[in-house]
């Protein structure tokens, strides 16, 4: 008997939140999101000693989680598509594909996950990049209901690559909210969407998913102003964050992991958190 989606999600969400540390980035095929990561079994141990309640990785790298002995340690959190608008540049053809084409869930089914997570891009003039996300999404999502898997949609707007170049997000909350509705209408059970570009308009974004909400993190931020934006964003309704860089490529992500856990879980405010932080480091 397949586990149901409910027993799954409360693997995820200690008292209705969720800490999860993205390190999935290894298919995005991306230089500059691997620092940090040239080690991942030194990574994934280190990151399971720290607690958070979920570990986001490919089904190529997930055995150094589940491998480990015990317990007690962080849910499996499985990235099942890849694609190219991550890159510096903007590629002739834009594209999004399912890891495992024939059997899209088969691995995380095989592994234990306890959630599979799909991107649904939306980037200028890029109609077909789209078709083929909410194509990817239709084709997990009856998997997803026929073997009881938690389906997370991550809705990203992107910026035109013409702007600055590379994987910019764009912030404007009705570009948000729109998409966040649609992973909705999609089937969405969780939803990892961007921070609104002002924060106090991210309840909308809650509203729309009538789900859990986890914000990403995007990249590498200054530590005090991420824990400002993340306590902002959790008043507003967040449930929690799917964070990756602005953990991993810290100089001590076991201290990181820590406050946002005191935030989520506890309920601290930013400066409690801070403090958490740095009093973890002595």
């Known amino acids: 008997m397949y586990q149901s989606k409910k027993v799954r999600m409360n693997r995820l969400f200690g008292n209705g939140r969720c800490l999860d540390v993205a390190i999935d980035h290894g298919v995005c095929n991306e230089p500059s999101f691997m620092d940090g990561l040239e080690d991942m079994e030194k990574v994934v141990a280190l990151l399971a000693a720290a607690g958070p309640d979920a570990i986001q990785m490919n089904y190529g790298q997930s055995d150094l989680l589940q491998n480990l002995p015990g317990r007690e340690k962080p849910a499996l959190v499985m990235r099942l598509d890849m694609g190219n608008p991550y890159n ?3 590629h002739r053809d834009m594209w999004a594909v399912l890891q495992n084409a024939s059997d899209p869930i088969a691995p995380a089914l095989r592994m234990d996950a306890a959630c599979v997570v799909v991107n649904l891009f939306m980037l200028p003039d890029e109609p077909g990049l789209f078709k083929q996300c909410v194509e990817n999404i239709a084709r997990v999502g009856q998997d ?12 990203l707007v992107m910026q035109p690559n013409s702007e ?10 009705e570009k948000i909210v729109t998409l966040v509705r649609l992973a909705r209408e999609l089937g969405a059970d969780i939803v990892k969407a961007d921070p609104t570009s002002d924060p106090a308009d991210f309840h909308r974004v809650v509203q729309a998913a009538r789900c859990p909400v986890l914000v990403r993190g995007g990249g590498k931020a200054d530590l005090r102003q991420v824990f400002a934006n993340s306590y902002a964003l959790m008043r507003q309704g967040a449930h929690g964050m799917v964070y990756g860089r602005n953990i991993y490529q810290h100089d001590n992500p076991a201290r990181v992991v820590k406050a946002l856990m005191a935030m989520i879980h506890d309920g601290v405010d930013d400066a409690e958190a801070w403090r958490i932080y740095e009093a973890s480091g002595r």
Do not use: N, T
Request: aromatic share 12%; charged share 30%; net charge neutral.
């Open 144 to 155: 997803c209901e026929k073997f009881g898997m938690p389906l997370m949609i991550e809705p």
């Open 164 to 173: 600055r170049g590379g994987y910019l997000v764009d912030g404007d909350a």
């Open 88 to 90: 510096r540049f903007r």
